[in-house]
C-alpha cells in the first residue's frame, strides 16, 4: 500500500496554511491520500452504474437519432439504408395520426397546467393552514398518485363505459338513441381522459406546493398580517413569489408528464382516433402490425427535442445554483 | 414561534372555517368517488348489475368477484413475477445510485458535475424516446442459460436492468445533494486514518443517508410495481409479465364482466396502498427530496 502523489494541478497545490478550516475545495487534497486500491475502487464505483446507465439510456437516446434517418427491418445489420430525411418527410406530410398526436400532447400539458395545478396549488394553501383533518383530506386527494395509471385507466373506465358506467347508467345515455360514446368518440375521449389524468396530477401538484410552502419562512406571514393584508393579498404578494423554486419544478414535471402520458392511454381505448399521442405512436410502431424501425425512431426524435427543449434550461439552471451554494 | 408548553387557544370557529371544511370534505368525498365506484361495482355479482343496472341498490355485496379473479387469473403468479423484477431492482438501484453520488459529493473530481448532468437527465427523458433501439438492443442481445427465453428480451433481468439504468438517474441526483449536506470532516478524518474509500462508502456515509434511501425505497417500490410501459414492450409472454401489465390481458379475457374488471384492478392496487399507507411519510418526502433540497 503505497501512498501516491497525483500529477500535481494548479488548484490543490495551494496547500491552506494551517490552523484555516479547510474549504470545501481542499477535497482536492484527497486525491493524494488515495491508494491505488482506493482510485480502482472509485473507478468501479462511479463506473459500473454509469456504464450501465449510458448503455441503456443515451446509446439507446442517440441509436433513436441515428436510425430516424435510416430504413431497417431489424433483420441483420447491413439492411440498414441510409434515407435522409424521408422519415421525416413523410411523418409531417403523410402520416394522418401525427399532427393530431403533437397537438393532443400540447393539449394535456395545456389542461395539466390550467385545471390541475392550480388546484393542487390552492388545496396546498389551504391545508397549509394547520386545520383540523388535514392529513385525512391530503390522503384522499394524493391517493390516485400512489395507483399505477393502468389501474387509473381501469377504474376510469368504470365511470366512461358507454353501456355499464357510472355517468351513463345516472344520465341514462346508455340507451339507444341517447347514447354517449366517453371513450370511443374522437371528440369526446381526450376530454374524458384528461379529467382522469387531471385527478391524478392534482394530488402530485398539491404535495410539491405543501412542500414548497413548509418552507415558507412564517415571519413574512406575520409581517404580512401585521401591514393589514388579507388572505389573498398575502399570498399573492408575499407567498407565491416565494414558491419561485417550486413552480419552476412544477412545470418541468408537468411538461414531462405531458410528454410521457402512455399508461392511461393505452389501457383506455389503445391511443385510438381522438387520443393519438407520440409516445402512442411510437410505440405502435414496435407492437403494432408494421414495425418500421427508423420511422418509429423519427417519431422518438420528434419527441426527444420537445424534451430537451425543457430538460436542458431546467438542468442548466439547477447545476448553476448548484455551484454557486 | 414561541416555545412555550402552554397550549395554544383554539381558533374560535369562523364561518369561514366551517365554509372551509365542507369544501374540503366534499372535494375529497370526490376525489375517493372513482374508487368508491370501483369498489363498489367489484362487490357485485355480475348477475345482479346486468338485471338491475349499475346504479342500484344492492341485493347482495361480497367479494367473490375478488377471489375469483384472483384464482382464475393465476394473479399469485403475476405477484411473484412484479417481486421478481422489483426487489432486485430497487436493492441494485439505490446500490449502484449511492456508489455514484458517493464519488460526485465526496470527491471532487471535475467529473462530477457532468456525470450527474447525464443522470439526472437520463432520468427526465420519456421513455418512448428510447424504446426502439432499447427493443432491437434486448432481441440482440443473446444470454443462452441464463434467462428463460435465451435472450434479454422477455426475460426479468431486461426488466431489472432497464429499471435501475433509469431510476439510477433520479436517485443519484437525490442521493448526491443528501451527501453533500454530510459535513465533510467525517470522510476526511477517516482519510486520514488511512480507511479505505470502499469503508468511508459502506460504513460512515451509508449509513448516515438512511432517511433518503428509505424514502427512495418506497417510492421505486411502487413506481417499479406501477411499472407498466416497459413490461408492455420488452415482455412478450404472458406468463413472464409483471402484475401490473398482466392486468391488460385479464381485462381482455374478462371484458364483458367489468365488476370482475374492477376487482382485478383493485387487487393489483392494494400493494400500492398499503405501501403507501404504512410508509406514507417517506413517499412523500421521497418525492419531495427531488424537487427541492432537504
Known amino acids: 500500500m503505497t501512498t501516491e502523489t497525483t500529477k500535481e494541478i494548479p488548484e490543490a497545490a495551494a496547500v491552506p496554511p494551517p490552523g484555516v478550516a479547510p474549504a470545501p475545495k481542499a477535497s482536492h487534497g484527497h486525491r493524494r491520500l488515495l491508494t491505488r486500491r482506493d482510485r480502482i475502487t472509485l473507478g468501479f464505483m462511479a463506473g459500473l452504474p454509469t456504464i450501465l446507465h449510458i448503455a441503456l439510456v443515451w446509446v439507446t437516446a442517440f441509436a433513436s437519432i441515428a436510425l430516424a434517418f435510416t430504413t431497417w427491418d431489424g433483420i441483420g445489420f447491413d439492411s440498414i439504408q441510409w434515407v435522409g430525411l424521408q422519415n421525416f418527410k413523410e411523418l409531417f406530410e403523410q402520416n394522418p395520426q401525427f399532427w393530431p398526436a403533437v397537438q393532443h400532447n400540447v393539449i394535456w400539458f395545456v389542461v395539466l397546467i390550467a385545471i390541475p395545478t392550480p388546484l393542487g396549488l390552492f388545496l396546498a394553501v389551504q391545508l397549509d393552514k394547520k386545520i383540523r383533518f388535514s392529513r385525512v383530506y391530503q390522503t384522499a386527494f394524493f391517493l390516485p398518485v400512489v395507483l399505477s395509471m393502468a389501474v387509473i385507466g381501469f377504474v376510469w373506465q368504470l365511470i366512461y363505459n358507454p353501456d355499464t358506467g357510472l355517468i351513463n347508467s345516472i344520465i341514462g345515455a346508455n340507451e339507444p338513441g341517447k347514447y354517449i360514446d366517453w371513450i370511443g368518440d374522437p371528440d369526446l375521449n381526450l376530454w374524458a381522459i384528461l379529467i382522469a389524468a387531471s385527478w391524478r396530477h392534482t394530488g402530485y401538484m398539491m404535495i410539491l406546493y405543501l412542500a414548497g410552502l413548509k418552507g415558507v419562512d412564517p415571519s413574512l406571514r406575520e409581517a404580512s398580517a401585521l401591514d393589514g393584508a388579507n388572505e389573498w393579498q398575502t399570498f399573492k404578494n408575499v407567498i407565491f413569489p416565494t414558491l419561485r423554486p417550486t413552480n419552476t419544478v412544477v412545470l418541468v414535471v408537468t411538461i414531462i408528464e405531458a410528454l410521457r402520458a402512455f399508461d392511461l392511454v393505452f389501457v383506455f381505448n389503445k391511443g385510438a382516433e381522438g387520443t393519438e399521442l407520440l409516445s402512442i405512436l411510437v410505440t405502435n410502431n414496435i407492437i403494432g402490425e408494421s414495425s418500421r424501425i427508423g420511422y418509429g425512431s423519427a417519431i422518438a426524435v420528434v419527441l426527444l427535442l420537445i424534451s430537451l427543449v425543457v430538460i436542458i434550461p431546467y438542468l442548466v439552471a439547477t447545476f448553476r445554483k448548484e455551484r454557486r451554494a | ?294
Open chain 2, 1 to 294: 414561534m414561541s416555545t412555550t408548553v402552554v397550549p395554544k387557544p383554539r381558533t374560535p370557529v369562523r364561518p369561514a372555517r366551517i365554509l372551509l371544511h365542507l369544501f374540503l370534505a366534499g372535494a375529497s368525498l370526490a376525489w375517493l368517488a372513482p374508487l368508491a365506484w370501483a369498489l363498489y361495482s367489484a362487490m357485485r355479482p355480475y348477475a345482479e348489475t346486468s338485471e338491475k343496472g349499475y346504479v342500484s341498490w344492492p341485493d347482495t355485496l361480497n367479494f367473490d368477484n375478488f377471489t375469483n379473479a384472483f384464482t382464475q387469473s393465476d394473479m399469485s403468479h403475476y405477484f411473484v413475477n412484479t417481486m421478481i423484477i422489483a426487489v432486485p431492482a430497487v436493492l441494485l438501484t439505490l446500490f449502484l445510485s449511492s456508489m455514484v453520488a458517493f464519488y460526485v459529493s465526496r470527491f471532487d473530481f471535475r467529473l462530477n458535475i457532468a456525470l450527474l448532468l447525464v443522470f439526472t437527465a437520463g432520468n427526465l427523458l420519456p421513455q418512448q424516446v428510447i424504446i426502439t433501439p432499447l427493443y432491437r438492443l434486448y432481441l440482440l442481445i443473446d444470454l443462452p442459460g441464463i434467462t428463460m427465453s435465451g435472450k434479454l428480451y422477455d426475460s426479468a433481468l431486461g426488466l431489472v436492468l432497464i429499471h435501475v439504468a433509469f431510476q439510477s438517474g433520479f436517485c443519484a441526483f437525490v442521493l448526491s445533494n443528501y451527501m453533500r449536506s454530510l459535513p465533510h470532516e467525517l470522510t476526511e478524518a477517516a482519510l486520514v486514518d488511512g480507511a479505505s474509500v470502499w469503508r468511508m462508502y459502506w460504513q460512515i456515509v451509508l449509513p448516515l443517508c438512511r432517511p433518503a434511501m428509505a424514502a427512495l425505497a418506497t417510492l421505486l417500490s411502487i413506481w417499479i410495481y406501477n411499472d407498466f410501459f416497459w413490461a408492455l414492450v420488452l415482455i412478450s409472454t404472458g406468463e413472464n409479465m409483471p402484475i401490473t401489465s398482466a392486468l391488460n390481458n385479464l381485462t381482455g379475457a374478462y371484458f364483458t364482466d367489468p365488476n370482475l374488471v374492477a376487482a382485478g384492478a383493485l387487487l393489483t392496487a392494494i400493494p400500492t396502498l398499503i405501501v403507501y399507507f404504512v410508509l406514507q411519510r417517506q413517499f412523500v418526502s421521497g418525492l419531495t427530496l427531488g424537487a427541492n433540497k432537504g
